[in-house]
């Protein structure tokens, strides 16, 4: 994923879960939109730079959104509006190598009256059912997931068991957005419910993957695997 124009602030404060307000390089204070629903941990100094992009859609209340935030000197891909194009251009572009030959991908499948995953990926005769979670926190050198206690993420878990009771295949995918981290673990200290149940539909079958982004302000895309620690 290629960016081009993107605008360069300074970060103020996040507020009301989906908005910030942020400085521009010419002194200008604006609202932009926060596309992410976590608390992003880690991410929210006052001062970090921060990239935003412009949408001239006349409609938007806030034409900004915020992309990326600087942490450390790495820049961190926080618009989880991004993870699901990141995940389908690694896995066409042959990046993820761990599934095999993948025919078809379908995206936002619905698995039940009142749920859908993310991708249904054809593998030759088998099925395999992923989710895919943005990952943008950074601990002791450890990428981790959750931020926040998610419990809708651990209902996606015993959805991905279930499918994988039922015959098909299934996997959790974790899109790790910056580059400060050299292994991938859930956050136990934060949702231990999540990290347990991820431990566990693991055992059931249900595979985990977690992939790394070199995160630029020009360009965004998966390069690897990362090692996986569970609690």
Known sequence: MKFTNLFHARLKKRYKRFLVDVYLDNGTE????CPNTGSMRGCLAA?????????DNPGRKYPYTLEMIQVNQYWVGVNTGRTNYLVREALENGIVSD????DQIRQEVKVSENSRLDFLLNIGEEKLYMEAKNCTLVE????????AVTSRGTKHLHELAQLVSSGNKAAVFFCV???????????????????????????LGVKILAYQAHVSPEEIKLTHALPIQLA
Request: charged residues 15%.
């Open 30 to 33: 604006l609202t932009a939109h």
């Open 47 to 55: 001062g970090n730079p921060v990239l935003l992009s412009y949408s």
């Open 99 to 102: 599934l095999g030959l993948i």
């Open 140 to 147: 002791d050198g450890k990428a981790m997931f959750p931020d």
């Open 177 to 203: 957005q910056r580059m400060d981290c050299g292994v991938f673990s859930p956050a136990a200290h934060i949702d231990p419910l999540y990290s347990q149940t991820l431990s566990e539909v693991h055992n």
